[in-house]
């Protein structure tokens, strides 16, 4: 586990967990502000644990982490850093299954990853990089503290990089 809230345990992710990573990255209501094809496998999402989320956790220490209801008892999205060499830094990213927006889980497990960087990874700026138009993911960068730094364009898409010291 890396950290906790009274509702989630934000822990890495393991192999068990690749039907999660499967609808978060096939569902196309999630995918609405995510640059990036609907997955059509769990072979593909395992492919993802293995070659982008593991990858991340051996070669940087950290990564995007699953997050864990504790009532549903099962992964209902990710929160977490992950080092983007584009911009040399560390982006905060998250993404949850639509049962669960609008409910504070975004906020909850979003402040709890920030509390989380610097004292266990030595982290002291973090960034966020929102499509235009995603309103509720630029809700939760605000309250996190997070504001504008940069337009930008990442992965073909027009986004707006949000920036915070921590």
């Given at each position: 586990m890396?950290?906790?809230?009274?509702?989630?345990?934000?822990?890495p992710f393991v192999e068990d967990d690749a039907e999660a990573l499967f609808l978060m990255n096939s569902i196309p209501e999630i995918l609405?502000?995510?640059?990036?094809?609907?997955?059509?496998?769990?072979a593909e999402a395992k492919e993802i644990f293995t070659s982008i989320i593991q990858a991340d956790y051996q070669k940087h220490g950290f990564g995007r982490w699953a997050v864990h209801h504790k009532q549903?008892?099962?992964v209902i999205g990710f929160c977490g850093p992950k080092f983007l060499p584009e911009y040399d830094k560390v982006e905060i990213g998250y993404r949850y299954l639509p049962e669960y927006w609008g409910k504070g889980?975004?906020?909850e497990a979003a402040q709890a990853v920030?509390?989380?960087?610097?004292?266990q990874f030595d982290i002291d700026l973090v960034i966020a990089l929102i499509l235009h138009g995603n309103t509720g993911s630029e809700a939760i960068a605000k309250k996190l503290g997070m504001s504008?730094?940069?337009?930008?364009?990442?992965?073909?898409s027009k986004v707006h990089v949000y920036q915070m010291a921590l």
């Open positions: 890396i950290t906790e809230t009274p509702r989630l345990i934000l822990r609405t502000y995510i640059p990036q094809e609907p997955l059509t496998s769990i549903d008892n099962k889980i975004g906020n920030v509390d989380t960087l610097k004292p504008i730094h940069a337009e930008s364009e990442y992965l073909g």
